[in-house]
């Protein structure tokens, strides 16, 4: 007799509190084999052979409905053909589809026909890694609005030092592979692109645009004091190069000092960026010329994930909560540009985007800051009491007199 069912940690490993792994549990003579979903929720987000109380209940739900479709489809296969039940098989079955990589090949070779920046090259190199890792869209057959589906919860569920993946981590896998798969269609590859069904299904997010630095934050590493000569202080003398100048990393890995002219005393630039090739003008302020003056008159070159890596452990050192990353340092050279009242206009040619409503998006985040003070300012008004005998005098002698 064979049997299924979706169980929670069947090993007991999770902590009280933490993400557990969900696992289709194969009985087979009475012995249990486990197939891992790539699904993770706590313990008490799973109820009723359900997902529950979760953000993403719907598509979760869905994702594990279709591998139990595919693992009962895989079993009843080989009993018809008077076949062993093979649970190693169809464990490769179910996550592969089949043996052929006639998709993966395809990606691989594709990317290196792209004409883009290094960067974004390298990206498409790590959509192509990630999705080798997965292992659940390997041939043509496979690419369907279910399986990219399926793809962005095994994101969601992928843990790396800790961390999940941010909400724009995954919009930009979905967005390169959403390119690729536009080019296979126009080649005949597939009928259709699968994300023409999933319209604004995969959203960018608003935190990784919107984070930034206070001023006491910013003056938390500059002070910090890593060991000499170590990543980490490299590291931290390029966040502190892109603070004020608001640099892309990019841009600071291809920086050339030569082409900066000495006018009126000061380091000026213009230029275009190197991921859009839009225009930008720069100009090097007190401490991004002392990082120049310590490493020779160039910028610190560092690995993207190694740097990274160490802005994580920077922000930790420095009792940071925001988790640090590179284009943080782009968001507060941006918003203290805002805040100390350069225009709008003159920031985006800074930052060289490639039209305003990229760089209004700093200008919302200051706006709800100024939004939190007139809350806590209609809060203190609201406590005052409305008698003079509480208050030792009138109301218009208090806050509103004062002013």
């Known amino acids: 007799m064979i049997t299924t069912a979706i169980v929670f940690d069947h090993r007991g490993r999770t902590k009280s509190g933490a993400e557990g792994p969900l696992e289709v549990r194969i009985t087979l003579d009475r012995h ?47 009993l018809k053909n008077g076949q062993d039940v093979d649970v190693a098989a169809i464990k490769r079955e179910v996550w592969s589809g089949g043996s052929s990589t006639e998709l993966l090949d395809w990606l691989t070779d594709e990317i290196e026909r792209l004409d883009v920046a290094h960067g974004t090259y390298k990206h498409y190199r790590t959509l192509v890694k990630r999705m080798k890792e997965w292992n659940g869209m390997r041939t043509w057959a496979d690419v369907t609005a279910d399986n990219v589906v399926s793809f962005d919860v095994w994101l969601r569920s992928r843990v790396y ?4 993946l941010s909400e724009a981590g995954r919009h930009n ?94 380091w000026r630039l213009t230029a275009s960026r190197i991921k859009t090739g839009e225009p930008f003008v720069s100009q090097l302020l007190a401490p991004a010329v002392a990082v120049l003056e310590k490493y020779g008159m160039e910028t610190p070159k560092i690995a993207n994930a190694v740097y990274n890596r160490e802005l994580h ?42 039209n305003i409503k990229q760089t209004l998006r700093y200008a919302k985040v200051l706006a709800e800051d100024v939004h939190a003070h007139y809350a806590r300012i209609s809060n203190l008004l609201n406590n005052i009491p409305n008698n003079e005998e509480s208050t030792g005098g009138a109301v218009g002698d208090g806050v509103a007199g004062s002013m």
């Open 161 to 164: 030092r800790s961390l999940h």
């Open 173 to 266: 896998y979905h967005r390169y592979l959403k390119h690729l798969l536009n080019r296979a269609e126009m080649l005949g590859k597939i009928p259709a692109n699968p994300y023409a069904k999933l319209h604004g299904r995969f959203k960018r997010g608003d935190n990784e645009n919107t984070e930034y630095l206070t001023d006491a934050e910013v003056a938390r590493v500059m002070k910090l004091e890593p060991s000499p000569g170590s990543i980490m202080e490299m590291a931290k003398d390029l966040f502190v190069f892109q603070l004020w100048t608001g640099l892309a990393y990019q841009d600071t890995q291809a920086f050339d000092f030569s082409r900066y002219k000495l006018v009126d005393g000061q």
């Open 32 to 78: 249990p084999y486990y197939i891992n979903t790539g699904v993770r929720v706590k313990r008490r987000q799973w109820a009723f052979d359900k997902v529950v109380h979760h953000q993403q209940a719907n598509e979760l739900n869905e994702r594990l409905g279709i591998m139990v479709s595919k693992i009962m489809q895989a079993v009843n296969e080989r």
């Open 313 to 354: 452990d920077i922000g930790i050192a420095c009792g940071i909560k925001t988790r640090l990353h590179s284009h943080i340092a782009r968001h507060t050279f941006a918003t203290y540009m805002l805040r100390h009242g350069v225009p709008l206009q003159h920031v985006s040619r800074m930052l060289g985007h490639t």
